[in-house]
């Protein structure tokens, strides 16, 4: 079955940073759009960024400038390099994949903790 497991999380200082990594098996991963979601205490689940199997990038608003993501269709393996992090960051994160037709996401990681202290 398809696994993505994220890896990377842990506790950071606020303005510090943390790199995420999403490692998929039993997926044609280069096929797949693949996100970085976050789900804080209390709140809903937000798509964070997102990137095509082009290479073609998505972020919300807030995290424009500061997060990249990226994806290495050999390794198949996601990223996501978070700098200059804030408290409210402080989520778990979430990785999904989604084929391109699709409107919801086909698979989902377990999660991984990012915690930013302030």
């Known amino acids: 079955q398809v696994q993505l497991v994220e890896s990377g999380g842990g506790l950071v200082q606020a303005g510090g940073s943390l790199s995420l990594s999403c490692a998929a098996s039993?997926?044609?991963?280069?096929?797949?759009?693949m996100g970085w979601y976050r789900q804080a205490p209390g709140k809903q689940r937000e798509l964070v960024a997102s990137?095509?199997?082009?290479?073609?990038?998505y972020y919300v608003n807030s995290v424009k400038g500061r997060f990249t993501i990226s994806r290495d269709n050999v390794k198949n393996t996601l990223y996501l390099q978070m700098n200059s992090l804030k408290p409210e960051e402080t989520a778990v994160y979430y990785c999904a994949a989604r084929r391109p037709a699709a409107i919801n996401n086909d698979y989902w990681g377990q999660g991984t903790q990012v915690t930013v202290s302030s």
């Open positions: 990137i095509s199997s082009g290479g073609m990038t």
């Open positions: 039993r997926l044609t991963f280069g096929t797949y759009v």
